[in-house]
Structure formats: structure tokens, C-alpha cells
């Protein structure tokens, strides 16, 4: 696994900032990005003019270079920029898609979960930086690959995560008749170059007091912090995730979101109950009697 190191260099008052990357990342020609339509295939380029100060970025093989608009100074947030983007390259981030007539090698399983309606189909190439969940059609308005599946008329709902896609269905179909065709479906999506999200679920942010997370107590950071550590790999393999939803002292209860194959699984009160709520007894004695899904 590749480990990318960045520098940053700016002179003060200068409108463009230099990353340098410690490994080739780009085209051999400096290619200039003046807005996120031109953009497009270049999702490195695209996170980063979801950030307001963004004017203009340059990428060449192993430099990026952006421009500011005049809202703020390169020092106010050099160093959370090149923080995104060394974790962003790290995380197996895509910097540059294939054009549309090359063809990506990709291959997709299908893997069962613990909850019979929801089928996990993991390919072999990041598809999402973090997670994002649709309910429906029109929550997925920025995933053109949602988007299509929902009008598989059995696909209920679909969740997006790292390197694969959870998909639960209705009743109405078995996934023995219809596993095949949305396996297939998938592969060919992603191996046709086309982009999986057209808009970030949340952007790359430097503004750290727009971080829900800063407003935490310091029991309700302990908690996030062990689902982040111990319960989230676990419930992702089976094709989940679990969010943080709140904290009741008084009650010492937790609520926390499922997300993906965890909403509506019948072993989920099972996870919740002899798998989180356990761990949190025991990692946080006294402050934790309960642990409640607040979406069932």
C-alpha cells in the first residue's frame, strides 16, 4: 500500500498555495482546473472546490497547486488543506478516473449480510470517501449509481460505503433471482468511468467549528470514540454502519442511527444489546445502562 507524504509552501499574501507530493499523482502536462465542471473525472480535483476560498487548481505529476479568492489568507488554513489531502490519498482517494473509453479493470462479489433483505456488493476499487445512505429516489440526486438502482423496481434502499454498495430490497423479490443482475449492473457502472457521486456527502472541511464533533462533552467524544474503533469495522464486514445520534446523562442512555445492512435487521436488537451496549458497560463503567437504535 502506497503512503502519500505532502508538503505545503505559500509566501505570505500569495494567492496560489503548492502541494507537493512525495509520489507521482497526475498528468506529465500541468492540467488547469478553473471550476468543479471542469473537473469532472478528477475527483481529488472536485473535493476540493467544494471549499469556498477554492478559485482555480493546477495539477501536474506530483504537485497541486490552488488559487484562493480573497475571503481568507493561505496561513488561516494551509495546513487543514494539506491534512485533507494527505488522508484523502491515504484513504485510496481516486485523483484522476479513466475517460469514458477506457476500461477499468473491476471486478464485484456479492456477499450476504445478517439481515435477509440487504445484499453486499464489494468491488475492488474505492468507491465513496465515507458513507452515505439513501432512503429513496430522491435522496440521490448527487449518486447517479443510486439513482439507476432505485429504478430496479426491488431495490429499496441503498447504502454506499469505502470500497462497496449494501443494497436492501422488497419483499417482493428473492435475491437468488435478481443477485446476478445487480452484480453485473454494478461492474459495468463503475467500469464504464462513470462517477458514483457528483457531490461530496460532506465536502472536505477546514472550518473545524462547522464539526458537530467539537460540540461533544467529553463522555459523548468516549462513546463516538468506540464505536469509531471497535464497533464500526465490525458492522461495515457485514455490510452497516452505525452513527451517534445523542447521549442522555440522566438516563445514561445512548441512541446511535443504523445505517445500511444494521437498519431493520431482526439480529440488529441482538448487536445492540449483547455486542455495543456490553462494550460500552464495560469501556465506560456508570455512565451507560442502554443503548437505543433510534431508527428501530
Not at 18 to 24: A, L
Not at 164 to 173: C, D, G, L, M, Q
Not at 276 to 287: S, V
Request: hydrophobic share 40%; charged share 25%.
Amino acid at each position: 500500500m502506497k503512503i502519500f507524504r505532502l508538503t505545503a509552501n505559500c509566501k505570505k499574501g500569495d494567492r496560489w498555495a503548492n502541494f507537493e507530493v512525495d509520489q507521482e499523482i497526475g498528468p506529465k502536462e500541468t492540467a488547469h482546473y478553473k471550476n468543479i465542471d471542469e473537473a469532472k473525472g478528477a475527483p481529488l480535483i472536485q473535493q476540493l472546490f467544494y471549499l469556498p476560498f477554492v478559485k482555480s487548481v493546477r495539477l501536474s505529476e506530483t504537485t497541486i497547486e490552488v488559487e484562493r479568492f480573497d475571503i481568507l489568507e493561505w496561513e488561516e488554513v494551509l495546513e487543514e488543506v494539506e491534512e485533507q489531502l494527505q488522508t484523502y490519498l491515504n484513504d485510496g482517494g481516486v485523483v484522476l478516473e479513466a475517460q469514458r473509453n477506457e476500461k477499468i479493470p473491476v471486478s464485484v462479489y456479492a456477499e450476504s449480510t445478517p439481515n435477509p433483505s440487504v445484499m453486499k456488493f464489494v468491488a475492488n476499487k474505492p468507491l465513496v470517501p465515507q458513507s452515505v445512505e439513501f432512503k429513496n429516489i430522491d435522496e440521490a440526486k448527487n449518486a447517479p449509481l443510486a439513482q439507476k438502482l432505485f429504478h430496479l423496481p426491488y431495490v429499496k434502499e441503498v447504502f454506499l460505503d469505502a470500497n462497496y454498495v449494501s443494497i436492501t430490497k422488497f419483499e417482493i423479490t428473492e435475491w437468488e433471482e435478481v443477485v446476478m443482475e445487480v452484480r453485473e449492473f454494478i461492474r459495468a457502472f463503475i467500469e464504464e468511468g462513470n462517477v458514483i457521486l457528483t457531490e461530496a456527502p460532506v465536502a472536505l472541511d477546514v472550518n473545524k467549528n462547522d464539526q458537530p464533533e467539537l460540540n461533544l462533552n467529553a463522555t459523548e467524544q468516549q462513546i463516538v470514540s468506540i464505536l469509531d474503533e471497535y464497533i464500526k469495522p465490525a458492522v461495515a464486514s457485514d455490510g452497516g454502519n452505525i452513527v451517534f445520534d445523542s447521549y442522555d446523562a440522566q438516563e445514561k442512555e445512548v441512541h446511535v442511527i443504523l445505517q445500511g445492512a444494521c437498519s431493520g435487521c431482526p439480529s440488529s436488537t441482538f448487536t445492540l444489546k449483547n455486542g455495543i451496549e456490553t462494550m460500552l458497560k464495560e469501556m465506560m463503567p456508570g455512565k451507560v445502562a442502554n443503548v437505543v437504535a433510534v431508527n428501530g
